[in-house]
């Protein structure tokens, strides 16, 4: 079956613009999750949805948002675009929450590599 | 905070060798994978593996949960091992750390042919 679909594979913005990013998880995959890597910080975890709520937040501005629909797909969103904003934005999914074994593991997807200028 | 610490953090092999990466974490575990991440940025799944001994071909990874560390063995490198290694750990939750995991910096692997 088809893994996580990322899109846009590749996108360069300047500062101040803002941009949406999309991910459809596995099918049958009910939690998705967005995470962020830079060489400075390394993998960082934005937020996780599951059935169209957030359920966890990770240390990031509000500049930074998503959400989930009924279908699973997610979007993320950054307004206001920083340079320090340029990175690799992973989005992985799993069957249910992660403390439950055997519906937690994540599968991720080739992600959005983002360019601020 | 929490801490998950890889190492080493670079290993560099010629083809055929055998190797190991540790990934060691400050406190219990729900969760925890091992990552190939390539060239091309994906997370590859290695393992899923809380705890105990898996096998996968020439790769075998064990968690020994009690002592909070955690191997990743690979036998007989070749050149397409090479990449980035990532442990990712969800810390039994206290409080708010329900479903996120963290993860290490990383061991880079090249293997030579």
């Known amino acids: 079956k088809a893994g996580v679909t990322q899109t846009p594979r590749y996108l360069i913005k300047t500062r101040g613009q803002q941009v949406t990013l999309s991910c459809s998880p596995i099918?049958?995959?009910?939690?998705v999750s967005w995470y962020q890597q830079t060489p400075g910080q390394g993998l960082q975890f934005l937020f996780e949805?599951?059935?169209?709520?957030?359920?966890n937040k990770g240390n990031f501005p509000g500049r930074f948002s998503g959400r989930q629909f009924s279908n699973s797909r997610s979007e993320m969103n950054v307004s206001t675009l920083e340079l320090g904003d340029s990175a690799l934005y992973l989005c992985a999914s799993s069957l249910g929450i992660l403390r439950v074994a055997n519906t937690g593991e994540l599968f991720f997807g080739e992600g959005s590599r983002l360019t601020v200028l | 905070g929490i801490q998950v610490e890889q190492s080493p953090p670079d290993l560099i092999l010629q083809e055929g060798a055998n190797s190991t990466l540790r990934c060691n974490f400050s406190d219990s575990v729900n969760n925890l994978q091992w990552f190939h991440q390539n060239p091309w940025g994906q997370l590859i799944n290695l393992f899923y593996i809380p705890s105990g001994t898996k096998q996968n071909g020439r790769l075998s990874a064990t968690t020994v949960a009690t002592e909070r560390y955690s191997l990743l063995y690979i036998s007989s490198s070749q050149t397409t091992d090479s990449g980035v290694y990532f442990c990712a750990v969800e810390i039994n939750p206290r409080g708010s750390t329900l479903g996120r995991l963290y993860f290490g910096r990383g061991t880079q692997l090249t293997v030579w042919p």
């Open positions: 949805y599951f059935s169209e709520t957030q359920r």
């Open positions: 099918s049958g995959h009910r939690s």
